[in-house]
């Protein structure tokens, strides 16, 4: 099922049997971790059957390593394939990021220098997870804690490069963006503005922590203002996309997650009706 | 110095299954908090899978204490990270690392337990099948009961310990406040199913043990139960057919005769 213009909320494994009754809340669209329904059989996939029938859904990957040297895992993209043919997700994503190597999962979004070697590798991943897909996959800026000495381009950059290379879609992360800022000495409003507005098909907002004088994308609280003031200005600028509220951690009532949701609804209804401006 | 990707990630598994930031740091963005940087990643990966490990040995992790699980699950993630991304199927070769540990030689149970544990996840993720029921083996013609060959569902699992596995499971759940005194000296065997997407742990006797020992080793119905009599006289066929019938310790292979 398509995904609406609308906000939805993240689907973690202590909603899924609230979200898989027939009295289930009212939501616009949920997005699942892709890599948490892996599985042969069992509750979790039946429970998963379910939401599909009652909601439009969205797989989003964590475990793909876009940015691998060694290539992307076979075996992985067609256990991914077989959940996308069971759940016929209206939006595929995953991350511009790595976290294989050398036959270790390293379960993290690990960062990746950006230079002309490496978008040819991460270009070729993207390329070949579309090929095994047929279709687009929307990629996530990472949110950054390091920085690596030898890079050529910022990370605006190269995601537009990786966009006009592969044709794939950008989820834009807000919070990443105003994390990876604050963390590495950047702009994030000047990041936002870099980006190919039209390949934006999806925006991400949550919430993060403070530790050791740097910002931690926990994912365990309420968006911040600063994220909020950041995605009013985008949408007003670029217009409505799909926007998902994600919360990891400590997850809290549902009802508090569609109270996040609402909040940015009521930021895409403001913009409501206005046609996106070009980018 | 050109920066090879593949080298980079080496070096950067190196430094978050690791202590230091090692070799890791040459590559990166002078900083005076470089190590508190690659920190905030081997934070990530460590917690975060040691939290997998966690999630899937409730039970071992109450016996030990949160502190002692969380170092002995910490110390084989670093010696045994994940292969795949696909995190159901993580931790379980934990039972292995706790049998050499110096907590399994301290607690000889506590493997055992562990191995029930796995075997529980296991079940849970299982492949959906049918579950045989009375009502299609008792269609089979009586002459060929002998013969048939039921099939373990993919559920369905066998753990056997020289401990009292279930009994110590069963009195380590959240909801038993104050753990009572167990004979340590009973061994039991777990059968472990899954029915209507509840996954259940029942101890059995010896010689339902040896009946689905032979069942799942590929023996008929007539081979399997003449194993469970010479293991225990009074082995009651009936009896035990009917309890499995009822937790769905079969599968129901529609598509293949029972014979």
């Known amino acids: 099922m398509e995904i609406p213009q609308a906000a939805g909320i993240g689907l973690r494994t202590a909603h899924l049997a609230a979200f898989a009754a027939e009295d289930s809340p009212t939501a616009p669209w949920l997005e699942i971790h892709s890599e948490t329904f892996l599985c042969d059989g069992g509750p979790r996939l039946a429970m998963l059957d379910a939401v599909v029938a009652q909601y439009p859904l969205s797989c989003h990957g964590v475990g793909l390593s876009l940015g691998s040297a060694d290539g992307l895992d076979p075996a992985h993209l067609a256990r991914l394939k077989k959940l996308f043919a069971r759940v016929q997700p209206g939006l595929i994503s995953e991350h511009l990021a790595w976290s294989s190597t050398g036959g270790a999962y390293l379960n993290d979004l690990l960062p990746l220098p950006y230079t002309e070697r490496v978008l040819d590798i991460v270009a070729a991943n993207v390329a070949a997870a579309q090929d095994s897909f047929g279709r687009r996959i929307l990629v996530e800026n990472p949110?950054?804690?390091?920085?690596?000495?030898d890079e050529t381009m910022?990370?605006?950059?190269f995601l537009t490069r990786l966009v006009e290379?592969?044709?794939c879609g950008i989820l834009l992360d807000i919070n990443n963006v105003y994390v990876s800022a604050a963390n590495t000495g950047g702009d994030a409003a000047a990041y936002l503005r870099a980006l190919p507005t039209m390949a934006i098909s999806e925006i991400h907002l949550a919430g993060h922590s403070v530790a050791n004088g740097m910002l931690i994308d926990t994912h365990d609280a309420r968006v911040s203002y600063a994220v909020w003031a950041l995605y009013?200005?985008?949408i007003a600028r670029i217009g409505a996309r799909p926007t998902l509220i994600e919360w990891d951690r400590d997850v809290p009532e549902i009802s508090v997650l569609l109270g996040e949701a609402h909040a940015a609804q009521i930021i895409l209804d403001q913009r409501a009706g206005g046609r996106p401006h070009a980018a | 110095m050109p920066l090879e990707l593949r080298d980079m990630q080496?070096?950067?598994?190196?430094?978050?299954?690791g202590s230091g930031d090692g070799a890791l740091g040459a590559l990166l963005r002078a900083d005076e908090n470089i190590a508190a940087?690659?920190?905030?990643?081997?934070?990530?990966?460590?917690?975060s899978l040691v939290e997998v490990l966690a999630a899937a040995y409730p039970v071992s992790r109450r016996i030990v204490g949160e502190a002692i699980f969380a170092q002995l699950a910490d110390r084989f993630v670093v010696a045994a990270p994940p292969s795949v991304p696909q995190l159901s199927a993580y931790g379980g070769a934990f039972a292995a690392f706790i049998a050499h540990a110096d907590i399994g030689q301290r607690l000889p149970y506590l493997a055992d337990v562990a191995r029930l544990e796995w075997a529980r996840a296991e079940a849970y993720f299982a492949a959906d099948a049918p579950a045989l029921d009375f009502a299609r083996l008792a269609a089979l013609p009586p002459e060929d009961i002998e013969t048939t060959r039921l099939h373990l569902h993919p559920a369905s699992r066998l753990v056997a310990s020289a401990f009292p596995i279930q009994r110590i499971w069963q009195v380590n759940q959240p909801e038993v406040a104050a753990v009572p005194e167990i004979d340590l000296g009973v061994a039991e065997t777990v059968i472990i199913t899954r029915k209507d997407h509840h996954v259940a742990t029942r101890a059995i006797a010896a010689g339902d043990r040896a009946f689905l020992t032979a069942i799942a080793n590929g023996g008929t119905l007539g081979e399997a139960a003449d194993s469970a009599v010479r293991i225990d006289a009074a082995f009651d066929l009936r009896h035990a057919l009917r309890d499995h019938f009822i937790a769905g310790t079969f599968r129901d292979d529609a598509q293949q005769s029972l014979t």
């Not at chain 1, 949110?143 to 000495?149: D, E, L, R, V």
């Not at chain 2, 940087?37 to 917690?47: E, G, L, N, S």
């Open chain 1, 143 to 149: 949110s950054a804690y390091i920085a690596f000495a």
């Open chain 1, 154 to 157: 910022g990370e605006a950059k």
């Open chain 1, 165 to 167: 290379r592969t044709g």
């Open chain 1, 232 to 234: 009013a200005d985008t």
């Open chain 2, 10 to 17: 080496s070096r950067f598994r190196a430094a978050v299954l």
């Open chain 2, 37 to 47: 940087r690659v920190a905030v990643h081997r934070h990530t990966v460590r917690r």
